[in-house]
T-cell receptor
Framework: GQQLNQSPQSMFIQEGEDVSMNCTSS?????WLWYKQDPGEGPVLLIA?????ELTSNGRLTAQFGITRKDSFLNISASIPSDVGIYFC??????????????FGKGTKLSVKP | DTGVSQDPRHKITKRGQNVTFRCDPI?????LYWYRQTLGQGPEFLTY????????KSRLLSDRFSAERPKGSFSTLEIQRTEQGDSAMYLC???????????????FGAGTRLSVL
């Protein structure tokens, strides 16, 4: 089945640092989404990407839809403490009888450096 | 806009018991999805509805699982004869979409955490 490889699995940030994470797929997707999930809560949408090469920003967050349609990255600039949490990429493809339900990566856990 | 609402937030049950979860989607959304999330993993798709019709089911949805959306509004997910492996967070999402519509954003509820003892 389709799988998303998300990296890194975890990272520690110091306030003010820039953060970068990415997802790669063995299959082509026609939509990439980035979600953030806090403990005990559901995922919250951060950015949605619909076209290859698209670069979209949401405040300090920037994400890009890779040209090959098999990858995407998310950057967070000037991180702040409330950025901690788990970030998930999710891809969607329309095929056959499927309406393109989301396939999620395993997440990147962002923590604050002690 | 009250968002996607799920009830209960937590459920503890004994192995072999039946459990039922409820999801109330965003009011104008015609699509409703169920996902399961285990520790350290991303959500995995279980099933989805367009209005009252259940249009797709994952292989993860065993015969012990059944989902309904009788009036095209709220949905229930029932697990019969629960097993310890059913312990997970069950997430509901809703969206406004039609066939082939690209911008079909799914908004998630806070989930129901199930613990099977």
């Amino acid at each position: 089945g389709q799988q998303l490889n998300q990296s890194p699995q975890s990272m520690f940030i110091q306030e003010g640092e820039d953060v970068s994470m990415n997802c790669t797929s063995s299959s082509i997707f026609n939509t990439w989404l980035w979600y953030k999930q806090d403990p005990g809560e559901g995922p919250v949408l951060l950015i949605a990407l619909y076209k290859a090469g698209e670069l979209t920003s949401n405040g300090r967050l920037t994400a890009q839809f890779g040209i090959t349609r098999k990858d995407s990255f998310l950057n967070i600039s000037a991180s702040i403490p409330s950025d901690v949490g788990i970030y998930f990429c999710a891809g969607r493809v329309f095929y056959g009888g499927s309406q393109g339900n989301l396939i999620f990566g395993k997440g990147t856990k962002l923590s604050v450096k002690p | 806009d009250t968002g996607v609402s799920q009830d209960p937030r937590h459920k503890i049950t004994k192995r072999g018991q039946n459990v039922t979860f409820r999801c109330d989607p965003i009011s104008e959304h015609n699509r409703l999805y169920w996902y399961r999330q285990t520790l350290g993993q991303g959500p995995e798709f279980l099933t989805y509805f367009q209005n009252e019709a259940q249009l797709e089911k994952s292989r993860l949805l065993s015969d012990r699982f059944s989902a309904e959306r009788p009036k095209g509004s709220f949905s229930t997910l029932e697990i019969q004869r629960t097993e310890q492996g059913d312990s997970a967070m069950y997430l509901c999402a809703s969206s406004l979409g039609s066939w082939g519509l690209t911008k079909n954003i799914q908004y998630f509820g806070a989930g129901t955490r199930l613990s099977v003892l």
